[in-house]
């Protein structure tokens, strides 16, 4: 069981992190650059759910 | 290629730092990480192995830091940078405006971010506004791992300057704690200078130095010309792969740095480094594959330079042979 | 005494050659200095004795980690380390917007490139053409 304090920097990193990834495939869709707005997409949600994973078992 | 901002020694010093530097991550976060990076403790010869190697990365460090700060004092015409790498307002707008940029609020960055200059490179400063920062988070940073460090070089030492185990084994957990700013940080440097679509694989300002760098007067031309550059096919997935494992490296860095702060003894005595997960092993693992990355680029800007000064070279030597059937004279020693 | 350029000082070779040494030397005693014999010997040092007044070595079997200025160094570099973790993670960020926009200002790697890395034109395309 970790500490309140911890807790939160967890939370913290993991929402920078998320919400970056996901300002990426924001960003990404009106680009007219040949990528593919959906591999954004998935990106962004495939290391999100893994960071999320990853930190689950720590904290709970 | 852009206008080069190295000296030939600044080359030189920043390969080997980088080497030295990797080679202390490897070595410190293999210990500090031990759940998630046993395989490289095995791999660099166990744990009297990696902390020897340790050490004498770590000596190089100090031989590194010190030369640098000495030849920029005593050094011709190095007294200047001192003042280019102070913190400016302008550097907090360049920021600013960077965030603009990429929310689509601003058409370009700004002078002080720009690391393609292009045309415009009479406006760009010596150092970005990363620039400055990265050296002041190697200043404090360099100077706190080298004197926490020394301080728990031996075991003689460590019973001389500290009363407890407990105070000893604080100050190797605020040791590698102090790394994990530096780890991240230079996660972000690859990435930064490895995958900017003008540059991408490896910026060659850091490795040819500026007295070779080509410089021609360009006609005049609005902004940077970055669009008449063509990029490199594999760099549409390169940039988003890098970007991915970067920011996995990070983070998994950070909460590892979080839970297991305190090996060999954590900082709250529960024995084994505290808890993992089988996720954070892959991204602690991922962080490292970033670190190599680092390795490898900075070898093949290396190997680049050789190249280009091999063409340099060659250039100068079949310009001669033209000169003679201009109507020169024929060397006569051929 | 002041001049007004920044070129004062040794040659560049002798400069290098000056800083390499005295980075070697200071590291060599700092090493020394921090590993060196002293007078007290290994023995004398791990001799368990914490009943001595002060706090002799061993000490801390007996009372631990009671030094509240140790546990708090660990909370405040836990906590730079998150908030330098986060910047760097926005740094991290801004970059890879930056490179995507950029990148979609660039040419595609199938249409003819025009110009070098270096900004030299290709000898036969005209200089109109951007």
């Known amino acids: ?60 | 290629m852009d206008h080069g901002k190295f000296t030939r020694v600044t080359t030189y010093f920043h390969s080997l730092l980088a080497l030295d530097v990797f080679l202390l991550f490897f070595t410190g976060y293999s210990v500090m990480f031990n759940d998630e990076l046993w395989w490289m403790v095995e791999f660099m010869g166990g744990n009297a192995g990696v902390l020897a190697l340790h050490r004498i990365a770590g000596f190089g460090l100090i031989v590194l830091t010190v030369f640098w700060v000495t030849l920029m004092l005593i050094g011709p015409g190095r007294r200047k940078n001192f003042k280019a790498i102070l913190m400016t307002l302008t550097d907090a707008k360049a920021f600013v405006q960077d965030v603009k940029f990429v929310l689509g609020r601003a058409d370009e960055r700004h002078p002080n971010a720009r690391q393609f200059a292009g045309y415009s490179s009479d406006e760009v400063p010596l150092l970005s506004y990363v620039g400055k920062g990265v050296i002041y988070i190697f200043t404090v940073e360099l100077v706190l791992l080298m004197v926490s460090g020394l301080l728990i070089w031996s075991k003689v030492g460590l019973a001389q300057f500290f009363q407890t185990k407990a105070a000893a084994t604080a100050f190797v957990t605020f040791h590698g704690l102090l790394g994990v700013v530096m780890v991240m940080g230079i996660m972000f440097h690859i990435y930064e200078h490895g995958f900017h679509p003008a540059f991408y694989p490896v910026e060659m300002k850091a490795f040819v130095p500026k007295s070779m760098m080509p410089h021609e007067e360009h006609e005049e031309h609005e902004g940077t010309g970055i669009e008449l550059l063509s990029l490199r096919p594999t760099w549409k997935w390169a940039v988003n792969l890098a970007g991915a494992a970067v920011v996995i490296g990070i983070v998994s860095v950070l909460v590892g740095s979080i839970f297991d702060s305190g090996y060999p003894v954590p900082a709250g005595l529960t024995p084994g480094g505290g808890p993992t997960s089988i996720l954070l092993t892959i991204g602690i693992n991922i962080g490292m594959f970033v670190l190599l990355l680092g390795v490898v680029l900075s070898t093949y800007g290396n190997v680049l330079r050789a190249r280009y000064e091999q063409q340099v070279a060659g250039d100068e030597h079949d310009s001669e042979p033209e000169a003679a059937a201009d109507g020169g004279q024929p060397r006569a020693d051929e | 005494m002041a001049r007004r350029d920044d070129a004062r000082g040794m040659s560049e070779a002798l400069a290098i050659a000056v800083s390499a040494v005295v980075g070697i030397v200071v590291a060599v005693a700092s090493v020394w200095y921090f590993s060196g014999p002293f007078d007290a010997s290994f023995e004398t040092l791990y001799r368990v004795n914490p009943t001595v007044e002060g706090g002799g070595v061993g000490a801390d079997y007996v009372a631990g980690n009671t030094d509240p200025l140790l546990d708090a160094l660990i909370v405040v570099i836990h906590a730079v380390d998150i908030v330098a973790g986060l910047f760097i993670l926005v740094l991290v960020f801004v970059h890879w917007g930056a490179f995507r926009r950029l990148g979609a200002r660039m040419r595609d790697p199938d249409e003819p490139a025009e110009v070098a890395t270096d900004g030299g034109r290709d000898a036969d395309s005209g200089g109109e053409s951007a």
Do not use: E, H, N
């Open chain 1, 1 to 60: 069981m970790a500490g309140v304090l911890d807790l939160v920097y967890v939370a913290l990193a993991l929402l920078v992190a998320v919400g970056g990834v996901f300002t990426v495939w924001w960003i990404g869709r009106d680009l007219d650059d040949g990528i593919d707005p959906t591999s954004d997409l998935l990106r962004a949600v495939a290391v999100s759910v893994f960071l999320v994973l990853l930190a689950w078992p720590l904290v709970s």
